[in-house]
T-cell receptor, first 111, second 114 residues
């Protein structure tokens, strides 16, 4: 069974640009969650989607957005990038039990 | 809002030493509890979980955790660590807000010296 796939794995952007990250969940998983991981802050919850609907949202500014498609694939977008957005962005899928299956992450560097 | 505290940020142990990592959460209602591990260069993976029943749960690689509801704690233990246990360990809790609003602690980096 294929795991959670995130693309791209690494990317470098400059301040003010926008970025789109993609996540393909495990087949049959309808819930997709996104987290931001930074040293010292751990994993910060961004949002969670289930059947194309955002069910939960963390405390991030509106520059962070996401969506989920009918095949459960999800994307997250960050607009007007800031230096502080540099982080590892993790996607996790689930069958809705709370147990999360993580991808390897997309490492974003903002210069 | 839920918060999760991990008391130790960095732990250094010699092989064969015993391990206990602390985790406390704030929400007093029904919760599910997890420990995840991130080995160097690898993605986060589930170590063990507690949903209900026996408060002492066993996970992979000899790890176990005890849920103490009165103390809002879910501490991770291992009697004898190995060099291969070097990793970062995250405690996580879901609730309130539904099963998928999972809150993580800031993590504990464990370094095991051979």
């Amino acid at each position: 069974k294929a795991g959670v796939t995130q693309t791209p794995r690494y990317l470098i952007k400059t301040r003010g640009q926008q970025v789109t990250l993609s996540c393909s969940p495990i087949s049959g998983h309808r819930s997709v969650s996104w987290y931001q991981q930074t040293p010292g802050q751990g994993l910060q919850f961004l949002f969670e989607y289930f059947s194309e609907t955002q069910r939960n949202k963390g405390n991030f500014p509106g520059r962070f957005s996401g969506r989920q498609f009918s095949n459960s694939r999800s994307e997250m977008n960050v607009s007007t990038l800031e230096l502080g957005d540099s982080a590892l962005y993790l996607c996790a899928s689930s069958v809705d039990t709370g147990e999360l299956f993580f991808g390897e992450g997309s490492r974003l560097t903002v210069l | 809002a839920q918060s999760v505290s991990q008391h130790n940020h960095h732990v250094i142990l010699s092989e064969a030493a015993s391990l206990e990592l602390g985790c406390n959460y704030s929400y007093g209602g029904t919760v599910n509890l997890f420990w995840y591990v991130q080995y160097p260069g690898q993605h986060l993976q589930l170590l063990l979980k507690y949903f209900s029943g026996d408060p002492l749960v066993k996970g992979i690689k000899g790890f176990e955790a005890e849920f103490i509801k009165s103390k809002f704690s879910f501490n991770l233990r291992k009697p004898s660590v190995q060099w291969s246990d070097t990793a970062e360990y995250f405690c996580a809790v879901n609730g309130p807000g539904g099963y998928q609003k999972v809150t993580f602690g800031t993590g504990t980096k464990l370094q095991v010296i051979p």
